[in-house]
């Protein structure tokens, strides 16, 4: 029998080597278009990066060794160019002798995929590379060295591009990363992902969401890269990673049927053609929960398709591929991110019906040291509790719980499955309780209901006045920072405090990462409230996943400290969680001298920006924050900077304006305001009265009965924004003509588009109640969305703002 392999590295190397421990006697010939067969493709950005050091250790096998151990005939720098598979021929081009055929009994492909590079203009300049192979890596590595401590660019925030961007800081680099999604990794929630961004920020590395390279344009040795809102930014070097395209034409100008992205297999790996196999990046298989097919593109599937594709070449269709969940690892600076399965978003947009937990918890006994947080959080199905997905991220352990959670994916577990999982318990290792045994405790007590939820965006989005936010959290957490309209009553309060909880409104309650919150909610379901829900992931991840920038604890804003002293004080605040190392900083701080220094080593990531906002409130100075292992040192001076004033509340950003006037000019002005704080991610109110309310009168009203006042006044006043005029200049309507016009040409939105546009960004349009029942103005005459209110209505909003505008 003979074996034809195209294709090298994961899934041809691996098939090859498993075929020859199958059958001794068989014929093996493995086609390679490279020089390498079989090499560490995960570890190429640690080689450009320094981490690895010998270039030799990123071969697996050296084909000449793989040739001779397992006797099989290696042919690198041969390129298959077709197939013919009634006469079962593949035409080879030999890179030096020209071009060839080669019978087969069994053909195995396994052709791999090939980097995106989009038709950019300017996108073949030099110093603009990818990464997907060893010759890639020989470049980069070659310009790096010729160009120490430059500036990059790397296009694409997946696996490969922030492992990059680690090992290009590391190297002295300047690293910027320009993402077009809302977020880096896109196999994780946005939540999650927030994390991340954060990490890459405390390491320097700017980040540029939400944007794409448009062109590239080389200027003498620099390469400038123009992004879709205008923005350039000026690189040395530009790495490519947006993604990869799996290298179907082989197969397709073969006949073999192909699906969506990838090539078509069965069960056993086989193609359209029962001669032909195929594995790998180029295959298209079905997930196991969605059914649907999937292109995976990953080392571990691969080997496993191999495999699987191998014994069934030699023995017969005998062995079964169970499909992969794409569970997958990255290493980023300090953190480990950790998923498998699907995510709240994917789950989202194939419409399936999903709740989901996030948790933290320590990585090991908290006692023990070296104890870093875990944060898991899992998607499931909210009545059978089938677990859909999982996302692990932190400093330490990520990797091992990952593992588990993907079992119990991929064999269509349940969260009863989870919380009946046995994990091994040593101080060093882990804690009784398991951070991924929490997470099946928090998600089960989701599914039987007796901790309901509220979700970060669900309360983002949540109008304020609807709902009582309750903090549990101590007072020293909630004067660090607090959710928007939230009051503080901690846990250990509550029970004597409970008179103060209105029971006519929803109550959400929070606390760092959820147990609190958990335990505010019982006692208050114990006490008669009925709906009471409980924030998951707590106000760690409310802050991370609600943050708008990204940037390091510096000491810009502070003063200029005073020499350090001859002795410091080292406080070791590690394996707690907030609040503990605030407490502990406090406890110190009052013990020393004026002036003294202390250095305080946490593993809580937050820490470094809970101590510079401590230190704002508390008069004392922030000297500096660093990072190493996932270990924060935070260096703080007793003394130095008189303390902010003290907030009743959580500090507010809102926006209100009133609209007194009807004037075109003043109405634009208004609007353009509005749009710009709502931009912001502040809350934005407009109460509208007296004149005002024309501003929002609807263009075709519907027949109103009304009384004379109410008609007289309906006869005297604009009947909509189209008949507004400016204040000056308006000549009988012929200056507000003109100046809509002049709008138009320059491209400037109009009134009503603006007023569109604030809507659509969530401005509350509030009309005044009295000034309507004078003038007889039904809520029937105004636009869509606007609520009806009085002067409490706007009262109550201006006491929530910082800034309140009379137009």
Partial sequence: MKYVIIGGVAGG???????????????????????????????????????????????????????????????????????????????????????????????LLAPGSSPVRPPLPGIDSEGIFTLRNVADTDRIKDFIDNHPKGRAIIVGGGFIGLEMAEN???????????????????????????????????????????????????????????????????????????????????????????????ISVNKYMQTSDADIYAVGDAVEYAHPITGEPWLNLLAGPANRQARVAADNLVKGNVETYEGSVGTAVAKVFSLTVASTGLPAKQLKQRGIAYASSTTTSASHASYYPGSFPLTTKLTFDPKTGQLYGAQCIGHDGADKRIDQLALIVKRKGTIADLIALEQAYAPPFSSAKDPIAIAGYVAGNIINGSMPVIYWRELRDTDRKTITIIDTRTKEEYALDAIDGAINIPLDDLRERIEEIPHDKPIVLYCAVGLRGYLAQRILLGHGFTDVRNLSGGYKL?????????????????????????TMLRLDACGLSCPGPIIKLKETIDSMAEGSQVEVTATDPGFPRDAKAWCKSTGNSFISASEEGGLHKVVISKGGTPPAPPQATAPQRNKTLIMFSDDLDRAIATFVLANGAAATGTKVSIFFTF??????????????????????????????????????????????????????????????????????????????????????????ELIDGVTVGGVATYMQRAEQANVNLFI
């Avoid at 320009?178 to 994390?195: H, K, N, R, T, W």
């Avoid at 799996?246 to 073999?256: H, I, R, S, V």
């Avoid at 409310?542 to 943050?547: F, K, L, N, Q």
């Fill in 13 to 107: 190397a691996t098939a090859a080597a498993r075929l020859r421990r199958q059958d001794e006697n068989c014929d093996i010939v493995l086609i390679e278009k490279g020089k390498h067969i079989s090499y560490a493709n995960c570890g190429l950005p640690y080689y450009i990066g320094g981490v690895i050091t010998d270039r030799d250790r990123l071969f697996v096998q050296k084909p000449e060794a793989f040739s001779r151990r397992f006797r099989i005939d290696v042919r690198t720098e041969n390129e298959a160019m077709s197939i013919n598979t009634e006469a079962k021929v593949v035409i080879i081009k030999d890179k030096e002798h020209g071009t060839y055929s080669e019978s087969y009994d069994k053909l």
């Fill in 168 to 262: 290009l800081v590391h190297a002295g680099w300047s690293v910027s990363v320009v993402e077009m999604g809302e977020q880096v990794l896109a196999p994780i929630d946005y939540s999650m992902a927030s994390f991340v961004h954060q990490e890459l920020a405390d390491h320097g590395v700017r980040l540029h969401l939400g944007k794409a390279v448009q062109s590239f344009e080389k200027i003498g040795e620099a390469i400038n890269a123009m992004l879709s809102d205008g923005q350039r930014l000026t690189a040395d070097m530009v790495l490519l990673s947006i993604g990869v395209r799996p290298n179907t034409q082989l197969a397709k100008d073969a006949g073999l049927s192909l699906g969506k992205r990838g």
């Fill in 691 to 780: 004149w005002g309310l024309n501003v929002i009168k609807k263009e075709h009203k519907p027949r109103l009965k009304k009384d004379f006042f109410g008609k007289m006044f309906s006869w005297m006043l604009p009947s909509s924004s189209r008949k507004l005029h400016l204040s000056r200049m308006s000549f009988f309507g012929l200056g507000d003509r003109l100046i809509r016009h002049i709008m138009r040409r320059k491209n400037i939105e109009q009134l009503e588009d603006l007023r569109r546009a604030a809507q659509k960004a969530g401005v509350e349009f509030i009309a005044c109640q009295m000034t309507m029942d004078m003038m007889g103005i039904a809520k029937e």
């Fill in 542 to 566: 409310y802050a991370s996943a609600t943050r708008t920038s990204w940037s390091t604890s510096t000491t810009e804003d502070q003063p200029k400290a005073k020499a350090a002293p001859a």
